[in-house]
């Protein structure tokens, strides 16, 4: 599960403020049995998220299953196939010096995966001094993780296999694949 979040590396951080729950959507990076992200300082979640309960719900490929691709789609109605997976846990604010591993792991794990190079090394010290100025960096610690994975599991293999090509005609190869990856097909 926290293999499949690495991978997404994005999340929805919610937690309860005083003018009711509030969400932060962010980029986020495991390590070990914690997660790490930012916020703006500006982010009207970043003043109530240290020492908080808080939940991240990271999602990945979903689509929309039509009926019509069953083999017999009269007895069934449209349904949703995804991915997702929750992380609870207590926020904690990050010193300077974590911000700033933070920040360093996170382009060290995404620059490969676009093709980049990027490193703080190629900015200018005082401004990347600035902007760390302007942003809180978080631990969650992990106290549980629940994961759903809604792939047609319940469904006939003849039936999959018409989610399945649905899925690639409509361009959406990624949700494809999970179903596929779902089966235990030879």
Not at 21 to 28: F, G, K, Q, S, T
Request: hydrophobic fraction near 45%.
């Amino acid at each position: 599960m926290l293999a499949f979040v690495a991978d997404v590396a994005f999340a929805h951080v919610f937690t309860a403020t005083p003018a009711g729950p509030r969400v932060a959507h962010v980029p986020l990076m495991v390590d070990g049995t914690v997660v790490r992200f930012h916020l703006a300082n500006s982010n009207a979640l970043t003043p109530h998220l240290d020492g908080q309960a808080v939940l991240a719900s990271v999602g990945g490929p979903g689509a929309y299953i039509s009926p019509n691709w069953y083999v017999d789609g009269r007895g069934r109605v449209p349904t949703w196939n995804y991915v997702a997976v929750e992380i609870e846990g207590r926020a904690r604010r990050l010193t300077e010096d974590q911000l700033v591993m933070l920040l360093d792991d996170t382009a060290a794990s995404h620059e490969p995966r676009v093709g980049e190079n990027w490193t703080r090394a190629k900015m200018d010290p005082a401004r990347f001094a600035a902007m760390c100025r302007a942003i809180t960096g978080f631990e969650l610690s992990i106290d549980a993780v629940r994961a759903t994975a809604k792939l047609s599991q319940d469904k006939s293999d003849d039936d999959a296999r018409g989610v399945i090509a649905g899925l690639r005609a409509t361009g959406n190869a990624a949700a494809a694949t999970l179903v596929e990856q779902a089966r235990t097909w030879p």
